[in-house]
């Protein structure tokens, strides 16, 4: 199992911007970049749902309610993968969580506020 760890979420206005970290602390980087992660939310009462992903080649895709606004990037060398969130509207509250495609463990997530 693939530990990874997410951090940056906070309270942010309707119109606001927020990066969050998705950290994988015990791989090394032989093998960190070998994997594809996906960044996943889960609104109260609703299904979790993919939000956007990364290969491990770079190629990117997004959940059609985040294109243009959500920008998905990652730092090989510092085995993280950053989702950029621009233009935040209350329905992008949630609870983040990354993980790589296929496992079944989920790390803590780390919640999104977006609020006035």
């Known amino acids: 199992q693939v530990q990874l760890v997410e951090s940056g979420g906070g309270l942010v206005q309707p119109g606001g911007s927020l990066r969050l970290s998705c950290v994988a602390p015990?791989?090394?980087?032989?093998?960190?970049?070998?994997?594809?992660i996906v960044w996943y939310r889960q609104a109260p009462g609703k299904q979790r749902e993919m939000v956007a992903s990364?290969?491990?080649?770079?190629?990117?895709n997004y959940a059609d309610f985040v294109k243009g606004r959500f920008t998905i990037s990652r730092n090989n060398s510092r085995k993280t993968v950053y989702l950029q969130m621009n233009n935040v509207q209350p329905d992008d509250t949630a609870v983040y969580y990354c993980?790589?495609?296929?496992?079944?463990?989920w790390g803590q997530g780390t919640q999104v506020t977006v609020s006035s």
């Open positions: 015990r791989l090394i980087f032989s093998t960190y970049i070998q994997y594809s």
């Open positions: 990364v290969t491990n080649s770079g190629n990117t």
């Open positions: 993980n790589v495609p296929g496992q079944s463990n």
